[in-house]
């Protein structure tokens, strides 16, 4: 079974920034489109950030130009690099693979930014 390790969140001042890492089991990262998501408190999940098995990224408008999807298929790990972190992109982060294709989702990372 798949298994999806989300880590690297925090408490992070607002301007600040944070790196996510998503190390997966097996090869799902290398033959895969990965992507972030996040969900805020009473709020659905939603896709933040998406790349393809071949280095294309796609980013939700609210994160363009802040945010940065990547993956190293070596060590079967994607990473998103947040900068100028808003109070607005507290959520707790999953990575998985994008629809219609999903693994079992982790546990998520706390991603908690302050005014």
């Known amino acids: 079974q798949v298994q999806l390790v989300e880590s690297g969140g925090g408490l992070v001042q607002a301007g600040g920034s944070l790196r996510l890492s998503c190390a997966a089991s097996g090869t799902i990262v290398s033959i895969n489109n990965m992507g972030w998501y996040r969900q805020a408190p009473g709020k659905q999940r939603d896709l933040v950030a998406t790349?393809?098995?071949?280095?294309?990224?796609n980013y939700r408008d609210s994160v363009k130009g802040r945010f940065t999807i990547s993956r190293d298929n070596a060590k079967n790990t994607v990473y998103l690099q947040m900068n100028s972190l808003k109070p607005e992109d507290t959520a707790v982060y999953y990575c998985?693979?994008?629809?219609?294709?999903?693994?079992?989702w982790g546990q998520g990372t706390q991603v908690t930014v302050s005014s």
């Open positions: 790349i393809t098995r071949i280095g294309m990224t």
């Open positions: 998985n693979m994008v629809p219609p294709f999903s693994a079992s």
